[in-house]
């Protein structure tokens, strides 16, 4: 539309592309005004390890608690965060807060490796290795203890700044997840390639193990593939105890959903990690 109109002219957008650029810097001013005001907070999803019978990981994810508009999901503003550039921010505040409550999870005794996601523009500026680097170590914390959950993107990408952040912080011993892990890129060489600690398979690939053979067979040759290139391996979206049983008989090395525990506070997460758990 914006063609024909010609040069000398600001029309470059027909009446809803202009409301929707409208709504994304609205967007964008909220979310920087909410970060301000404290509107975000984080919530842990315990992780359990197999081998050791116990959570030893949560998931940190955000949520929003909008004065208006009540909870929102990450689904709703992490989509709209990234195609602002609000995510930067935002990102900055999560990785802030997850390391002080890293730090309050040492010092309460647990033994704990914590998870962050982040988005793949979170790695675009040269020095955010050496910043979260020296966030953590401020924090008294090892690099060691935090999980970074990135996408297959991240590899795909030419843009070599995110790369060299990465490959950077897992050279300092940050650890480093693939999320939604099958959803994306279909290349997989880049696991041979990058130093993945993990593979978060994704609940859509778990959804119906329990009652297709395909669907079984399939999340089969993805941890055996795993096992093969020295990847640990996180199944997501677990709901069942028979998707449970069947995982540990298949050797899934870390068990996240809600079969296991939902995202909780942070209060109710220390105290169940604390615990003996029942459901094994
Ligand atoms: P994700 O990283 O793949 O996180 C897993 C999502 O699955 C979470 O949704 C979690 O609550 C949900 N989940 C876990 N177990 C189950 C289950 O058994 N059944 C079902 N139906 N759902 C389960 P949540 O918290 O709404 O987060 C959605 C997505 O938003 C996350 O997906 C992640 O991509 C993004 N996100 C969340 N927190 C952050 C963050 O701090 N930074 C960034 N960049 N993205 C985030
Ligand atoms: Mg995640
Ligand atoms: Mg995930
Ligand atoms: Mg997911």
Avoid at 7 to 13: A, K, M
Avoid at 95 to 117: E, H, K, R, T
């Amino acid at each position: 539309a914006a063609k024909h109109l010609g040069r000398n002219t600001f029309h470059f957008y027909d009446a809803g592309m202009q409301k929707e650029a409208d709504h994304f810097v609205h967007l964008h001013h909220e979310i920087l005004k909410g970060i301000e005001q404290r509107q975000f907070f984080l919530v842990y999803q315990p992780i359990f390890d197999v081998a050791a019978r116990r959570f030893s990981k949560g998931e940190a994810l955000v949520r929003w608690q909008h004065p208006e508009r009540g909870l929102i999901s990450p689904f709703d503003f992490i989509p709209v965060a990234e195609r602002t550039g609000a995510i930067r921010p935002l990102g900055q505040w999560i990785l802030q807060q997850a390391i002080a409550d890293m730090q309050l999870f040492q010092q309460l005794g647990l033994d704990l490796q914590i998870s962050v996601n982040r988005s793949s523009q979170e790695f675009n500026q040269s020095k955010v290795a050496d910043d979260w680097l020296a966030q953590l170590s401020a924090a008294g914390l090892l690099p060691e203890q935090l999980i970074l959950e990135i996408t297959e993107s991240v590899f795909m990408d030419t843009v070599s700044v995110q790369q060299s952040n990465v490959l950077s912080l897992h050279q300092q011993g940050v650890k480093l997840a693939i999320d939604d892990f099958g959803t994306g890129y279909s290349a997989l060489n880049y696991l041979s390639r990058y130093p993945v600690d993990f593979i978060k398979i994704d609940k859509s690939f778990i959804n119906h193990i329990a009652e297709q053979d395909k669907a079984c067979a399939l999340v089969a040759v993805l941890i055996n593939m795993a096992k093969v290139l020295d990847v640990q391996v996180v199944a997501e979206g677990v709901e069942t105890r028979e998707q449970f049983d069947l995982l540990l008989k298949l050797g899934c090395d870390y068990i996240q959903g809600y079969y296991c525990a939902r995202p909780l506070a942070k209060a109710d997460f220390v105290s169940l990690v604390q615990q003996p758990q029942a459901f094994i």
